[in-house]
């Protein structure tokens, strides 16, 4: 249950950090295509924000083994808030530390999820302001809308895959004051949570990870704030050789406009369109999806998320991505085996065919 007196105490996400080991491949999406502005590097890492991303960075890119999430961080609504909700983990038995080392931030709380993500808190930020060349005429916006790609405004939600989606959407409840708006159950067992820690549909989800893993990242998600942008990114992302997963299409759950697509990292990045249904009843019921009307909760339009991988490919994942796809080709709900037609009509299939999902430009 979300405790009423903590609504609020948390404002929005603020950042992630990406592991990739293709980091120059991974910056040039974020750059060429996403049109996001690079704003510091140090080490291993470039710091990146979006045109619209009020401080110095909203993502971290960091060269690593394997791809994954570093952390994610959320902005307190004030100090105050901050030391709320900090203390209610603690009251919790939720264990964490106190840094100030990242560029751009203060003083950040850092504690794991239920299933051992890297979660952080914060209050304090350095405000990005831009030189004079990149100064937007638009006095709401931080920075001109560059030339690149197909520019997304700002970071939107993360999406986390847990071996166990109730113990982690009940402490995003009981300690960051968030409440859950949609889920999507099957009998007894949370599937799927979508929760809000302001007048958004969500700032983080949670599905659960068919495949039994913990603590992995599904996707990270930018925003356009216009559905059109969508269909010119997948075209762009299509000419390209970046891998499209699915969408664009609208999800019934939030009814955010979604195209997911991966990194050449290997990370699931969602390009989300218009933000879908804002939350001004304080004390709406939360909507419970089931199984049986999955389709809809997923893609109004009838866009297939693929079994062989949203449902099982998080990262860091334990096989390269066009290997996972291999290995899942035939899970899920009806998965053809032995019927003869079905085999028949899968042997018609010109093996080099160009699928529109989950199979072009894979990266190794
Ligand atoms: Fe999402
Ligand atoms: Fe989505």
Redesign the pocket.
Known sequence: MTDPTARFDIAHLARAELFTPRPQETLDFFTKFLGMYVTHREGQSVYLRGYEDPYQWSLKVTEAPEAGMGHAALRASSPEALERRVASLKQGNVEGTWSEDQFGYGKTFEFQSPDGHNLQLLWEVEKYVAPQELQSKILSRPSKKPLSGIPVKRID?L?LMASDVTPLKDSFERHLGFRTTERVVDGNVEIGAWMSSNLLGHEV?CMRDMTGGRGKLH?L?FYYGTGQHLADAVEMFRDYDIQIEAGPDKHGITQ?Q?LYVFEPGGNRI?L?GEAGYLHLDPDAETKTWQMSDIDTGLAVGGAKLPWETYFTYGTPNPLALDQHIEKFSHFGPGAPVDDPEVSAAERAVPDEIDHSRAVSGSPV
């Open positions: 939600h999406n989800a996707h998600a955010g979604f969602e989300f």
